[in-house]
């Protein structure tokens, strides 16, 4: 007898998110009870009204217009107690879905309009991602990002900041915003300063923007990893040498859908990256404006792009292993993972006809047989 493979299922696989905005994954309902509590003027007081005028889950059409939601959340992330909760409650959603690992971005610029320091912002965020941890057991770490479409010098600004705390949970540095028209070499100096402290890159690229950028990211602003990374298609050398280096891709398949970087899920190029060996990861970006999950976009990619169980295991594995993580931690992580994933019997489970229940559901306790060697290398 087979099971259908449901969001319910995948739900219980372990997981990360790697490319998840603080300032896009807050409750609706938190949202609108800050902002009673702070006084903040909002387009909607009710659920139903907020969610059209941010356009939860429609497509946009474009980045801009995508990003025109993140101009209501920030009204709410504006104080201590607002950050110290979205945290908190981020970690919470997420850990509900079994991701174990999680690694939340945001600019500390964007939440001072009321004379919060910047040391606050990050102590305030730190705050409440370690209070999940204790409650939940997720394992969550901060990457800071400067504004393409702000200054260079803010990005500088942003990457002391990141200085100042690595190895005090925060553990890489981003460019976000506005791709098109702002390229990432303008803020050289902000990402010259990371790399001469060691810490991880990765930057927004290929997402609003052709192949280019992508190379600008890796070759001038040297980074780790790539944010979505859709139109590196267009470029089939810098596609294998994205491969050939293990340059692991973020990618976001409904956020992309929804910003117009890509016509449909069914066109995403993430098939075509992972049948090439692309290290490929699967992330929400946004969970309130993207409306989704970890375990939703996995389930999406088995519908839409017809990945089996051991598909949606091999992206699992990626996520942990392209985590900007010491490299002993990894193999840590790898080796329990592993043995978790082989507990899910690829040959049980046939496409699921319908959508299952909601992802937020407990992991599975049985206890996992044990697994080779092969799958818990952190090398490939």
């Not at 997420?94 to 009321?114: C, F, G």
């Not at 992508?214 to 994205?242: K, M, P, S, T």
Request: aromatic fraction near 6%.
């Amino acid at each position: 007898m087979t099971s259908p493979l449901s969001l319910d299922i995948i739900s219980k696989l372990p997981k990360t998110d790697l490319h998840v905005h603080l300032d896009g994954s807050l409750r609706i309902e938190t949202i609108l009870e800050l902002a009673k509590e702070d006084n903040v003027e909002l387009p909607a007081r009710d659920a139903a009204g907020l969610r059209r005028a941010m356009n939860i889950g429609q497509n946009c059409g474009s980045l801009v217009e995508y990003l025109k939601a993140f101009d209501v959340t920030l009204r709410v992330l504006q104080t201590r107690k607002g950050l110290v909760r979205s945290a908190y409650e981020l970690a919470e959603d997420a850990a509900r879905e079994n991701v174990r690992y999680m690694e939340v971005r945001y600019s500390p610029m964007l939440h001072t309009r009321q004379g919060l320091k910047l040391t606050t912002v990050v102590e305030a965020v730190l705050e409440g991602l370690r209070a999940a941890q204790e409650e939940y057991g997720i394992e969550s770490n901060v990457i800071i990002c400067g504004i393409r479409n702000v200054s260079a010098e803010s990005s500088l600004e942003m990457a002391e900041l990141a200085v100042a705390y690595k190895n005090r949970g925060v553990v890489g540095f981003d460019l976000a915003g506005a791709e098109y028209d702002h390229p990432a070499k303008h803020h050289r100096a902000a990402f010259q300063l990371v790399r001469d402290n060691n810490i991880n890159v990765t930057i927004h690229a290929g997402e609003a923007y052709g192949p280019e950028s992508i190379a600008q990211a890796i070759h001038v602003c040297g980074a780790h990893r790539i944010g979505h990374g859709c139109r590196l298609r267009e470029n089939g050398d810098l596609l294998h040498y994205l491969n050939d280096h293990r340059i692991p891709l973020e990618c976001c398949p409904s956020s992309n859908v929804q910003t117009g970087a890509i016509r449909d899920l069914a066109s995403h190029p993430i098939k075509l990256y992972k049948n090439l060996g692309l290290r490929v990861t699967v992330n929400t970006d946004n969970r309130l404006v993207t409306d989704t999950s970890v375990s939703k976009e996995l389930w999406l990619c088995h519908k839409a792009l017809g990945w089996g169980l051991a598909d949606l295991k091999q992206v699992v594995l990626n996520g942990f292993k392209s985590a900007f993580l010491p490299f002993h931690v990894k193999q840590q992580y790898l080796r329990k993972v592993s043995e978790e994933l082989a507990a899910f019997d690829d040959a049980a489970y046939t496409a699921p006809t319908e959508v299952g229940p909601s992802p937020h559901s407990v992991s599975s306790s049985a206890p996992p047989p044990p697994v080779g060697p092969a799958a818990t290398s952190a090398e490939n």
